[in-house]
């Protein structure tokens, strides 16, 4: 046991085996009511003691005289050192004046029996008994945990004094006794008298100081709390397994304690946090915190932020990911991606099936207060600047075709048939410039957008959604503002004549790609016009395959994805021909708008995004040997050159067919196409145009940029939900595959029909470009982008 005596919020440690100190200590019963005296650097206070004959029992009278405690127990050290034997190894001597000698560091050798400290690890000091020699330097040590391993002379830290053949079955009881016993305040003591007095000190000299004895026990004490410390005392010197420490100064002890206590508190409130974390994840999935609560206080937000950044790989710091590794650490997690992702899919922060990229490329996926008050008032605004010039065209049957979920209908189509027997066919664009002007505030959040984001999870409009639904999208058997486009062709399909206006036009079906094919092949006489829309796209598709236009049409996958948020939620997976009828049809149509715009722009000097893309390379013929449709489609996209805007004149797009190409037909959802409008609005009421060729420039780089982000985001979303849909699928069912290419040897890039997604598999040997081959899925993990196929092959 060991006698304990509080000195301030310090304590005085004596063995129960240590020779009585003066009777000067038994007669402190009244210690509390002592004067002190503070030293007014750090605050610490310390007894007064006087001398006085009463009070020592000296039978005579003194004079007075100031002593610190340190001071007395020095006194009675010094003389109690003469009376008995301390079984140190280490040689300690000291002058009269107290100084330390030269042979305080006497360096000991390695035998066994010795009890000694050492490095098992960067993270780990063991305790240990040497045991025997292993080789020329090295020895065996049996440690507090029971292994028995070879060591180094580098790896010991300190050999415990005065002690022989210790027993190795001892060493936890030794550890334990030695951890009840540390008081690290008895450092800042012993510091204040050492650094008054300028004097270094060794663990058995500060056990001596503190505890009253260097014993083993109280020498590995002292030791203990000498390497431990980060803020008294710094190791002046060391020799072997033996080191010199040195008081620290005072301003340099005062910032290292406030160093200490703040990393303190950063450390309990990682604790804190962590016990947020593992209370959360310990409770099951409908009384998980919501995302919103662990936003709530500043420090817990930043920590999960933190988290977050690392989830996504997009630490925007090395704290933030200092942060992060930390957390982990802490959880008893590895330092990985994986790891703190699945750390906030179980504490209910991200859903299962959280899409890291929308997160990771930051795509705006809310519009701010100060822009959805802004598109109301837009709404609330009756002026239409074009309202004199608007041409009535709601005496024409118009037709609106897109997919069946389509939150924003931006285009729709009429036709006529002319006396002499040609066709006229009308494109109406929406016209969102009724509402927004250039420059304006819901205009540049349009431009930070670039697009509305369409996910299989949801989608993400360029405008405020009530905006761009109430105000700017064709609604059926309602009065819609539009930018009407008239083509007149010739029987080969070529423009004969066209016309740009503002029109009101009154949409009279709203059709999915389903529905319009299935009209088509019934062939009903009341929808004549449908049926010389579908005449005007095969003219225009022979046309263009006349220019030289080039035919890419494959299979397209739609995925809607019914409560997202859920564990397990409703996957409905769409796969669309675009050799479809309808879908060619409203394809022809919109290419043949771009055509008129880019032909109007150029007729009227006007700068615009005209796009082209050159095809020079391509020697179509080369691929007469694929069958037509994706194979060939697939063959022919890997060759093409990427397409080029030029915003002064119209460039030729040889893979469309067309001298030239401007997109105007989806105003509501691509920025670029509403500077489109916007430049040709301002013609058609004789002003100049808001935008030079170098401002559209400009502003396309922004929206190019951002569209790239979309598309990368698109495409990995919709792979990871055919994943996971071919997840759910039964292990034994069989998918056909058109065998797009070879990769290497037998690996061949496959189109999986069913689901419209390309994959990789091994074919049988026999198989070629072109066929049609089974597989099944082996494995399929969306999250890490894995999917395994296995050929199936017939008997």
């Keep these: 046991m060991m006698a304990v005596r509080a000195v301030n919020g310090g304590s005085l440690f004596r063995s129960a085996a240590s020779p009585p100190l003066l009777a000067f200590w038994c007669g402190f019963r009244h210690f509390s009511s002592l004067p002190f005296r503070r030293n007014s650097e750090l605050g610490l206070r310390f007894p007064i003691f006087c001398c006085e004959n009463q009070f020592l029992g000296y039978g005579v009278g003194r004079s007075c ?125 012993a510091w204040v008298e050492l650094l008054e007095k300028n004097k270094s000190v060794t663990a058995e000299e500060l056990a001596e100081m503190i505890f009253g004895s260097a014993e083993p026990l109280e020498s590995y004490c002292a030791h203990l709390l000498l390497s431990k410390d980060e803020v008294y005392f710094a190791v002046q010197e060391t020799k072997g397994y033996c080191s010199i420490y040195v008081p620290r100064p005072t301003r340099q002890v005062e910032e290292l304690l406030h160093k200490k206590l703040a990393k303190e508190a950063a450390e309990k409130e990682l604790q804190d946090f962590v016990q947020l974390l593992v209370s959360a ?72 099936h959280v899409n890291l990229d929308l997160l990771k490329f930051n795509i705006r996926t809310n519009h701010s207060d100060e822009i959805i008050a802004a598109a109301e008032s837009l709404l609330s605004e009756s002026y239409d600047p074009d309202e004199v010039n608007r041409k009535d065209l709601t005496d024409l049957k118009v037709y609106a075709i897109d997919v069946d979920d389509a939150d924003e209908l931006d285009d729709a189509l009429s036709a006529t048939r002319l006396q002499d027997g040609r066709i006229r066919v009308w494109i109406h664009a929406a016209d969102p410039t009724r509402y927004v002007q250039p420059g304006s505030m819901v205009d540049r959040e349009a431009l930070r957008r670039g697009t509305s984001v369409f996910l299989a999870t949801g989608t993400y409009p360029m405008f405020p959604e009530k905006l761009a639904m109430e105000g700017m999208s064709l609604k059926q058997g309602e009065l819609c503002n539009a930018v009407s486009i008239s083509v007149v ?59 030289g236009a080039i035919d890419t049409s494959t299979l397209e996958t739609r995925i809607k994805v019914v409560n997202p948020e859920d564990p397990e939620p409703s996957i409905n997976l769409y796969v669309e021909n675009q050799a479809d009828p309808a879908m060619q049809l409203v394809s022809e149509m919109m290419i043949l708008c771009g ?37 060939r489609s697939s063959a022919i996209v890997r060759i093409m050159r990427a397409a080029e805007i030029d915003f002064r004149k119209p460039i030729r797009h040889g893979v469309l067919g067309v001298p030239g190409y401007v997109q105007f037909t989806s105003p509501i959802r691509r920025y670029l196409d509403l500077l489109a409008h916007y430049q040709v609005k301002a013609f058609l009421r004789g002003e100049s145009p808001p935008f030079s060729a170098g401002q559209l420039e400009g502003m396309a780089s922004i929206v190019n940029m951002q569209v790239r982000l979309v598309r990368r985001l698109s495409g990995s979303s919709l792979r990871y939900w055919i994943i996971e849909f071919l997840r759910r699928q039964p292990r034994e069912k069989k998918y056909r595959a058109l065998i797009l290419r070879f990769i290497k040897d037998r690996v061949a890039a496959l189109l999986l029909v069913e689901v419209g997604l390309q994959a990789s598999a091994w074919v049988s040997i026999g198989a070629q470009v072109g066929d049609e081959v089974e597989v099944q899925v082996e494995e399929a993990h969306p999250r890490d982008d894995v999917l395994s196929l296995k050929e199936v092959i017939r008997n």
């Design 281 to 352: 994840k310990a409770k099951p999935a409908h009384a998980k915190p919501s995302k919103s609560l662990w936003m709530m206080d500043e420090k817990i937000r930043n920590k999960i932020e933190s988290l977050e950044a690392y989830a996504i790989d997009d630490c925007k710091s090395d704290e933030q990911k200092r942060t992060a590794g930390m957390i982990l650490k802490t959880m008893g997690l590895t330092k990985t991606v994986s790891s703190a992702l699945n750390l906030l899919i179980n504490i209910g922060y991200f859903p299962v």
């Design 489 to 547: 062709l010739h029987s080969d399909g070529s423009i004969a004549e066209y016309s740009v206006q503002n029109s009101i036009i009154k949409p009279t079906y709203m059709l999915t790609y389903e529905s319009a094919t299935e009209l088509l092949y019934l062939n009903l006489e009341e929808e004549a016009e449908l049926k010389m829309l579908s005449e005007a796209a095969a003219l225009r598709l022979k046309w263009r395959r006349q220019q």
């Design 595 to 631: 055509e008129v715009v880019a032909t109007f722009g150029s007729a009227n000097n006007l700068p615009l995004p005209y796009r082209g893309q050159p095809q020079s390379n391509i020697d179509v013929s080369a691929f007469s040997h694929l069958p037509e449709g994706p194979v």
């Design 65 to 189: 005289s100031a002593y610190s405690l340190v001071d007395c127990v020095m006194e009675e050290l010094a003389a109690s050192r003469q009376r008995r034997r301390v079984r140190a190894n280490v040689k300690v001597r000291i002058t009269s004046t107290g100084e330390l000698l030269e042979d305080k560091l006497v360096n000991r050798e390695l035998e066994k029996g010795l009890l000694l400290e050492f490095k098992k690890d960067s993270d780990r000091i063991l305790l240990g008994v040497a045991q025997r020699p292993d080789g020329k330097k090295n020895w065996m040590v049996y440690d507090q945990n029971g292994f028995t391993s070879s060591i180094k002379p580098q790896q010991i830290t300190y050999i415990v004094p005065g002690v022989e053949n210790f027993d190795q079955t001892d060493i936890s009881k030794f550890l334990q006794k030695a951890e009840e016993n540390l008081d690290p305040t008895l450092l800042e003591i």
